[in-house]
T-cell receptor, first 113, second 116 residues
Framework: AQSVTQLGSHVSVSEGALVLLRCNYSSSVPPYLFWYVQYPNQGLQLLLKYTSAATLVKGINGFEAEFKKSETSFHLTKPSAHMSDAAEYFCAVRRVGAQKLVFGQGTRLTINP | DSGVTQTPKHLITATGQRVTLRCSPRSGDLSVYWYQQSLDQGLQFLIQYYNGEERAKGNILERFSAQQFPDLHSELNLSSLELGDSALYFC???????????????FGPGTRLTVL
């Protein structure tokens, strides 16, 4: 069965600092990979997705993620954190040909002024 | 705004009761997915419908059922409710192929269910 591991349930960075949220997946075949963001009392919004095209994926709000098959990773980064980035971030995987998204446990990002 | 609507936003009920959650997908989307988000289980896939037919089932309890109507809206029915069913229930929709492919799932704002 596929699984997703997000390292760090809480990450805290200073405003203007680099944001790095880690995601590793387990799959024998590279799946489709997604990052979603959830703001308080809201639904999930897609940040970006990897669908076996370019390994470096650019998303909304200045975020990007790099698919590394050798490391089975899909870490999310943003060069300079903004206060509005404070939210919970979910990495998700979908096996090719499957329907459901399998989510990681989420990482709560806090931005310090 | 994702274009997916869910009603009600909040629901408070008692153990043993039955509730119905409603979801309207984005215009043109044929697939509807239901997910449950709880503190202990995280985000879990429950069930998917495509154009009125059940396509995939996840960790959905037998007390729960869903359907998708001809107008493509979907309802999730939860019965014999237990305290542990308290959670945020999300509906998502996607555009096209029943196999999912690279489709993006767009999530609604969720229904927060509290079972007392």
């Amino acid at each position: 069965a596929q699984s997703v591991t997000q390292l760090g349930s809480h990450v805290s960075v200073s405003e203007g600092a680099l944001v790095l949220l880690r995601c590793n997946y387990s799959s024998s075949v590279p799946p489709y990979l997604f990052w979603y963001v959830q703001y308080p009392n809201q639904g999930l919004q897609l940040l970006l997705k990897y669908t076996s095209a370019a390994t470096l994926v650019k998303g909304i709000n200045g975020f990007e993620a790099e698919f590394k098959k050798s490391e089975t990773s899909f870490h999310l980064t943003k060069p300079s954190a903004h206060m509005s980035d404070a939210a919970e971030y979910f990495c998700a995987v979908r096996r090719v040909g499957a329907q459901k998204l399998v989510f990681g446990q989420g990482t709560r990002l806090t931005i310090n002024p | 705004d994702s274009g997916v609507t869910q009603t009600p936003k909040h629901l408070i009920t008692a153990t043993g009761q039955r509730v119905t959650l409603r979801c309207s997908p984005r215009s043109g989307d044929l697939s509807v997915y239901w997910y449950q988000q709880s503190l202990d289980q995280g985000l879990q896939f429950l069930i998917q419908y495509y154009n009125g037919e059940e396509r995939a089932k996840g960790n959905i309890l037998e007390r729960f059922s869903a359907q998708q109507f001809p107008d493509l809206h979907s309802e999730l029915n939860l019965s014999s409710l237990e305290l542990g069913d308290s959670a945020l229930y999300f509906c998502a929709s996607s555009a096209s192929t029943p196999g999912g492919g690279t489709d993006t799932q767009y999530f609604g704002p969720g229904t927060r269910l509290t079972v007392l």
